[in-house]
């Protein structure tokens, strides 16, 4: 089984500063893919990021980053210079090789402030 | 590119009725495509994968009969709610996955509500 976990319900972040937001996951597959999804109050879920587990280096997607550190099953999404549009919830998700549909992490809601 | 279209993004309907959301991928080819759950200030929850041409995987605790899903081609899958009931109330969001990174993007939703 595999699992993902968000341990920060909610973040503060000035906006211009960076903010870090953790995710951690469990599985005892060799191969898996993780992402990052925003989800506005619109309720769309708008794709991120992606990292390969054998992906040598971190992902990165113009503000966004992941902090990949396989050995500590951690895959933390970094937003640099934040933006008041980055106010949303993200969620962080994996998958891997026996099954294709996500699993999602409860979530952390960004808030970005003046 | 990679665009999803989801419809409706509202319905509001009689308790009874069915309900029909549709979830097309617009740029892309969708091998599969995925129905999830959301319930308010919650995660989304799977409830069913479809492959085009094939009957969809439902997730334990979902119940085939009660949502219909069918996936007749890799740009079109539907769900079908039927009979619905108040608690069958939620945001229902829909995604597609065509390529190898299995990367899924999703529809903007659909929020039901069952009088």
Same mark, same amino acid.
């Given at each position: 089984?595999?699992?993902?976990?968000?341990?920060?319900?909610?973040?503060? /972040?000035?906006?211009?500063? %960076?903010?870090?937001?953790?995710?951690?996951?469990? +599985?005892?597959?060799?191969?898996?893919?993780?992402?990052?999804?925003?989800?506005?109050?619109?309720?769309e879920m708008?794709?991120?990021?992606?990292?390969?587990?054998?992906?040598?280096?971190?992902? +990165?997607?113009?503000?966004?980053?992941?902090?990949?550190?396989? %050995? !500590?099953?951690?895959?933390?999404?970094?937003?640099? %210079?934040?933006?008041?549009?980055?106010?949303?919830?993200?969620?962080?998700?994996?998958?891997? +090789?026996? !099954?294709? %549909?996500?699993?999602?992490?409860?979530?952390?809601?960004?808030? /970005?402030?003046? | 590119g990679a665009v999803v279209s989801q419809h409706p993004s *509202? @319905?509001?309907?009689?308790?009874?009725? =069915?309900?029909k959301i549709e979830c097309r991928s617009l740029d892309f080819q969708a091998t599969t495509m995925f129905w999830? *759950?959301?319930?308010?200030?919650?995660? &989304?929850?799977?409830?069913?994968?479809s492959?085009e041409?094939?009957?969809?995987?439902?997730?334990?605790? @979902?119940?085939?009969?009660?949502?219909?899903i069918n996936h007749a081609s890799l740009t079109l899958s539907t769900l079908t @709610?039927?009979?619905?009931?108040?608690?069958? =109330? =939620?945001?229902y969001i829909c995604s597609a996955s065509g390529?190898?990174?299995?990367?899924q993007y999703f529809g903007a939703g659909t *929020? &039901?509500? @069952?009088?």
């Amino acid at each position: 089984a595999q699992k993902i976990t968000q341990t920060q319900p909610g973040m503060f /972040v000035q906006e211009k500063e %960076a903010v870090t937001l953790d995710c951690t996951y469990d +599985t005892s597959d060799p191969s898996y893919g993780l992402f990052w999804y925003k989800q506005p109050s619109s309720g769309e879920m708008i794709f991120l990021i992606y990292q390969g587990s054998y992906d040598q280096q971190n992902a +990165t997607e113009g503000r966004y980053s992941l902090n990949f550190q396989k %050995a !500590r099953k951690s895959a933390n999404l970094v937003i640099s %210079a934040s933006q008041l549009g980055d106010s949303a919830m993200y969620f962080c998700a994996m998958i891997n +090789t026996g !099954r294709r %549909a996500l699993t999602f992490g409860s979530g952390t809601r960004l808030q /970005v402030q003046p | 590119g990679a665009v999803v279209s989801q419809h409706p993004s *509202r @319905v509001i309907c009689k308790s009874g009725t =069915s309900v029909k959301i549709e979830c097309r991928s617009l740029d892309f080819q969708a091998t599969t495509m995925f129905w999830y *759950r959301q319930f308010p200030k919650q995660s &989304l929850m799977l409830m069913a994968t479809s492959n085009e041409g094939s009957k969809a995987t439902y997730e334990q605790g @979902v119940e085939k009969d009660k949502f219909l899903i069918n996936h007749a081609s890799l740009t079109l899958s539907t769900l079908t @709610v039927t009979s619905a009931h108040p608690e069958d =109330s =939620s945001f229902y969001i829909c995604s597609a996955s065509g390529d190898s990174k299995n990367i899924q993007y999703f529809g903007a939703g659909t *929020r &039901l509500s @069952v009088l």
